[in-house]
């Protein structure tokens, strides 16, 4: 009953609401529940407000930039409670882009003008969450000593990465053999609709086996967590719980479970794991997403710069190609050894060149031949 009258009270009864409704579902058919449900909020706070200060308004053609698009943006910025910057951004881009569908659906092209760049703020620059070493001891102590089933599925999440929905997807059989004693985490499609294997080691094995174990004897599902409840329910429950182990430990800042991974990327990028390998391991498609999760301290800093004045770079010397010796048994070893060496040699001439656009055209070159690598490096020899 509740849940019927919270609906009835969110409906926006408006005739701009049909047309509205339909560009939402096509600019969100391929997208997920939150954003389809992003679009939808977007489009019934701009029509709710219409409804109220501007009721006459009851075409596309009447609206205008000023008043209705600059007096919603005044009204929407000083909402109370107010919304974070990145919040109102993304409300105000959903209702740009549908205005745009408009514009193009209904052929008038002044609609996709009613809200300019200008109006969209700047996003605020999420910083680095990761945990303190201090921070991320304690919890992981906590965890291992209750030794239950949110607090197994918490430690492979902060030893593997993964999201926590993630997590909660994995299939009884996610542990996958990829070499002699060696294994990995199949994690199935996600956030990005991609999948990955994760290479893990024994403390990593030995959670999987545990949560198996937690598993009901009744549970008919497969999925390595049992689904005995609707997903975000076991979402909300498992972040409750860390709020507990948190509170337990003494630890007073609001810690969520996604820290577990911005913690992990760092402990990999800090353990010699270079960047593309780390973005493979959180299954980003770009750099910026990972640059996002690193959180590089002083004193990683200061490694960083006594290990590269020991070895520096261009003092390396080249590798040496014996190509006759490999022209018989050309392979996968082979073109990676020559890449390198091309690598190598397009980072000399990079150093040398003084032209700014020159070594900028190197420096991308060579990035693409290290992303080549990298690529060349997931094929099977065999």
């Known amino acids: 009953m509740n849940r019927r009258r919270h609906q009835r009270r969110r409906d926006v009864h408006h005739p701009l609401a049909p047309l509205f409704e339909r560009s939402a579902e096509s600019l969100s058919t391929a997208l997920g529940d939150a954003s389809r449900q992003g679009y939808l909020a977007s489009w019934r706070s701009f029509l709710r407000f219409l409804k109220t200060h501007y009721p006459d308004v009851r075409s596309l053609h009447q609206l205008a930039r000023d008043p209705h698009i600059l007096g919603w943006l005044a009204d929407f910025h000083l909402r109370i409670p107010p919304l974070a910057t990145n919040t109102r951004a ?3 881009i959903r209702l740009r882009r549908m205005l745009e569908d408009l514009a ?12 300019q760049l200008d109006d969209i703020p700047r996003r605020e620059r999420k910083l680095p969450r990761a945990l303190t070493p201090e921070q991320d001891q304690l919890i992981q102590d906590e965890l291992k000593r209750r030794d239950d089933l949110a607090s197994n599925l918490l430690l492979l999440q902060r030893h593997t990465g993964m999201r926590l929905g993630e997590c909660l997807d994995l299939s009884l059989d996610c542990r996958r053999s990829v070499a002699p004693g060696q294994f990995g985490i199949l994690v199935p499609l996600g956030k990005l609709k991609t999948e990955r294997l994760v290479p893990v080691d024994s403390l990593v094995c030995d959670l999987v086996e545990r949560l198996r174990a937690l598993r009901p004897a009744d549970a008919s599902d497969n999925f390595l967590v049992a689904h005995i409840r609707a ?20 630890i007073h800042t609001r810690i969520v479970p996604h820290q577990f991974r911005h913690t992990y990327a760092s402990e990999m990028l800090m353990a010699g794991v270079t960047f593309v390998g780390v973005m493979q391991l959180l299954g980003h498609s770009s ?6 999760y690193l959180k590089i301290t002083q004193a990683d800093l200061q490694r960083e710069y006594r290990r590269a004045l020991a070895h520096p770079r261009h003092l390396i ?15 996968l070893p082979t073109l990676l ?3 390198r060496a091309a690598q190598h040699v397009l980072e000399m001439f990079r150093r040398a060149a003084t032209d700014c656009p020159t070594r900028r055209l190197l420096h991308r070159l060579g990035n693409r031949l290290i992303k080549i690598m990298a690529e060349l490096s997931k094929i099977d020899p065999a």
């Open 90 to 92: 993304i409300v105000i």
């Open 287 to 292: 750099p910026e997403m990972t640059l996002a």
């Open 337 to 339: 050894d020559s890449l």
């Open 231 to 250: 997903r975000n329910t076991m979402l909300r429950n498992f972040r409750a719980h860390l709020r507990h182990v948190t509170a337990a430990v003494g």
């Open 104 to 115: 193009w659906t209904q052929r008038i092209p002044a609609l996709a003008h009613l809200i």
């Open 317 to 331: 010397p080249l590798p040496r190609l014996p190509l006759s010796a490999h022209m018989d048994c050309a392979g």
